[in-house]
């Protein structure tokens, strides 16, 4: 029996609020930082789930074409441009992992295939990049002293979140549909029940890169 949590998925939509209201609360501190786009962020994914979760109809075409082509895509190369062009200062980086992304929709538009599930093969090339930028991060920050006052470093939240709700939930996507067939049901429930909430730490992180992080460009 496949289980949903429905209570634990109104809780992550709630968490992803929080993280939002608190950034926006935090606006005049980030105004003239790159870390403006960060509030305009959760505010565009808070807004999208709760359309998303509770008023399906409101979209003019299907909520899984929605998320595959802007929903996700707009996550991953928000995180490129905040991990490999600002954060790592690394512009080439960021266009190469961009560019590498996108071309992963090149198959699916060649082929003509309907889209029955967002998690694809472009999900998991999203993913991988991802990984790579987060380890990079880290070692950025294990090769500064700035890791000894980490409480203050607003990417060591966005980081530890990240692992958590993008890294940690990547082998469910990359084999979720074989996680639905009998009898590997259980393991995706409990696979699940991670994800929800790892992804209600992760927009918690968040809120906390907004009120213990510094805010300086």
Same mark, same amino acid.
């Given at each position: 029996?496949?289980?949903?949590?429905p209570v634990?998925?109104?809780?992550?939509?709630?968490?992803?609020?929080?993280?939002?209201?608190v950034a926006?609360?935090h606006?005049a501190?980030v105004?003239n930082?790159?870390?403006?786009?960060?509030?305009?962020?959760?505010?565009?994914?808070a807004?999208?789930?709760?359309?998303?979760?509770?008023?399906?109809?409101?979209f003019?075409?299907?909520?899984?074409?929605?998320y595959?082509?802007?929903?996700?895509?707009?996550?991953?190369?928000?995180f490129?441009?905040?991990?490999?062009?600002?954060?790592?200062r690394?512009?080439?980086?960021?266009f190469?992992?961009?560019?590498?992304?996108l071309?992963s929709?090149?198959?699916?538009?060649?082929?003509?295939q309907?889209?029955?599930t967002?998690?694809?093969?472009?999900?998991?090339i999203g993913?991988?990049?991802l990984?790579? #930028?987060?380890? %990079?991060?880290?070692?950025?920050?294990i090769?500064?002293?700035?890791? &000894?006052? =980490?409480?203050?470093? *607003?990417m060591f939240?966005?980081?530890?979140?990240?692992?958590?709700?993008?890294?940690?939930?990547?082998?469910?996507?990359a084999?979720?549909?074989?996680?639905?067939?009998e009898?590997y049901?259980?393991?995706?429930?409990i696979?699940? #029940?991670?994800f %929800?909430?790892?992804?209600?730490i992760?927009?918690?992180?968040?809120? &906390?890169? =907004?009120i213990?992080? *510094?805010?300086?460009?």
């Open positions: 029996m496949i289980k949903y949590y634990l998925n109104d809780i992550m939509l709630g968490a992803e609020f929080i993280a939002a209201v926006l609360v606006w501190k105004n930082t790159y870390w403006i786009w960060f509030v305009f962020y959760l505010w565009i994914i807004l999208q789930d709760l359309y998303g979760n509770y008023f399906p109809s409101l003019p075409f299907r909520k899984q074409d929605y595959a082509y802007f929903g996700i895509p707009v996550q991953y190369l928000f490129y441009w905040l991990y490999a062009y600002k954060s790592l690394k512009k080439q980086l960021f190469f992992c961009a560019i590498l992304y071309s929709f090149v198959p699916l538009r060649i082929l003509n309907k889209i029955a967002l998690y694809s093969i472009n999900l998991d993913s991988i990049i990984i790579l #930028l987060v380890i %990079l991060e880290f070692l950025k920050q090769k500064n002293d700035n890791i &000894l006052r =980490f409480k203050e470093n *607003k939240y966005i980081n530890a979140g990240v692992i958590l709700g993008y890294i940690g939930t990547f082998p469910f996507f084999f979720y549909q074989e996680l639905l067939k009898p049901i259980p393991i995706w429930n696979y699940y #029940l991670y %929800l909430l790892s992804n209600i992760m927009y918690l992180l968040f809120a &906390l890169s =907004f213990c992080g *510094k805010h300086q460009s």
